[in-house]
T-cell receptor, first 116, second 113 residues
């Protein structure tokens, strides 16, 4: 299957600072990528759909000004958690699929964010 | 997307077949059944998907009932590394935001030595 990478794999930041998480498709081009959040012992919750060259689409209840998404190229989407608070501590996962077969979704390994 | 129902947990002995059921009684005609799994602290991994015919790949087999209201994922020879949460998801194979996956709670499969 196709490969999706995320960087960093884990990050600790202080409350009030911003953190950027990168999601890269290594061997395919993706016009659409998805960002999920997962709290301990819970399932993945879709946060937003990242569209190359256009604005992201956010799920209900997700603050677009707090979770900034940029999809500047067909292989890179970034999620920036602005003014992070301890309640933003979570496991963030991205996914994407080849644009010619977008129904195939491949997931990154996830980024563990801890806000102190 | 159609809702799915899975048992919260199952146990399986190493080397035996693991049969994970999924109920999707409200599935639409254009919706596929997808299975993903998530090993602890990792991103989900695609396993298999199907529309109405049974499917098999190197990881698993997918058996879909004739009325498509339920399916079973079969891991023929479970190993300890198959311990994970298994998610059954239904969605259309059409474009745009329909590609997004809506995850339920899944089934925690524990493979025991």
């Amino acid at each position: 299957g196709a490969v999706v990478s995320q960087h960093p794999s884990w990050v600790i930041c202080k409350s009030g600072t911003s953190v950027k998480i990168e999601c890269r498709s290594l061997d395919f081009q993706a016009t659409t990528m998805f960002w999920y959040r997962q709290f301990p012992k819970q399932s993945l919750m879709l946060m937003a759909t990242s569209n190359e060259g256009s604005k992201a689409t956010y799920e209900q209840g997700v603050e677009k000004d707090k979770f900034l998404i940029n999809h500047a190229s067909l292989t890179l989407s970034t999620l920036t958690v602005t003014s992070a608070h301890p309640e933003d501590s979570s496991f963030y996962i991205c996914s994407g699929g080849p644009r010619e077969r977008s129904y195939e979704q491949y997931f990154g390994p996830g980024t563990r964010l801890t806000v102190t | 997307d159609a809702k799915t129902t899975q048992p919260p947990s199952m146990d399986c002995a190493e080397g035996r077949a693991a049969n994970l059921p999924c109920n999707h009684s409200t599935i639409s005609g254009n919706e596929y059944v997808y299975w993903y799994r998530q090993i602890h602290s990792q991103g989900p991994q695609y396993i298999i998907h199907g529309l109405k015919n049974n499917e098999t790949n190197e990881m698993a087999s997918l058996i879909i009932t004739e009325d498509r209201k339920s399916s079973t994922l079969i891991l023929p020879h479970a190993t300890l590394r198959d311990t994970a949460v298994y998610y059954c998801i239904v969605r259309p194979n059409s474009g745009g935001s329909n590609y997004k996956l809506t995850f339920g709670k899944g089934t925690l499969l524990t493979v025991n030595p």
